[in-house]
Nanobody, 126 residues
Framework: QVQLVESGGGLVQAGGFLRLSCAASTRTFSSYYMGWFRQAPGKEREFVAAISWSGSSTTYADSVKGRFTISRVNAKNMVYLQMNSLRREDTAVYYC???????????????????WGQGTQVTVSS
């Protein structure tokens, strides 16, 4: 299991930006696919973005494509989510996730999925 700690959430006006960070405690960080998910009140947790172990491949949910960017720095055991042009509907708790396998596995977590962080709240006001 990988321990994941998110930070960077907060309150921002619509149209603004935030950068989320996720610190991973593992000696084999570069072996993991990393991702971000979110859960809004009353809704199920949904996939946001994922990045391959090398950082060379990324994938995004349609709802955030062109506005959010996922990146990682393996030397620092860190993954980031740059969120621009935020909308009210982006309001949610954002979770960092780590898993082995593939980007497809990250997009569709199944029982036995890797590790989750505790989440960080993002609130976008109008």
């Amino acid at each position: 299991q990988v321990q994941l700690v998110e930070s960077g959430g907060g309150l921002v006006q619509a149209g603004g930006f935030l950068r989320l960070s996720c610190a991973a405690s593992t000696r084999t960080f570069s072996s993991y696919y990393m991702g971000w998910f979110r859960q809004a009140p009353g809704k199920e947790r949904e996939f946001v973005a994922a990045i391959s172990w090398s950082g060379s491949s990324t994938t995004y949910a349609d709802s955030v494509k062109g506005r959010f960017t996922i990146s990682r720095v393996n030397a620092k055991n860190m993954v980031y989510l740059q969120m621009n042009s935020l909308r009210r509907e982006d309001t949610a708790v954002y979770y960092c996730a780590a898993n082995v396998g593939s980007l497809a596995d990250m997009m569709h977590p199944r029982p036995g999925f890797g590790s989750w962080g505790q989440g960080t709240q993002v609130t976008v006001s109008s």
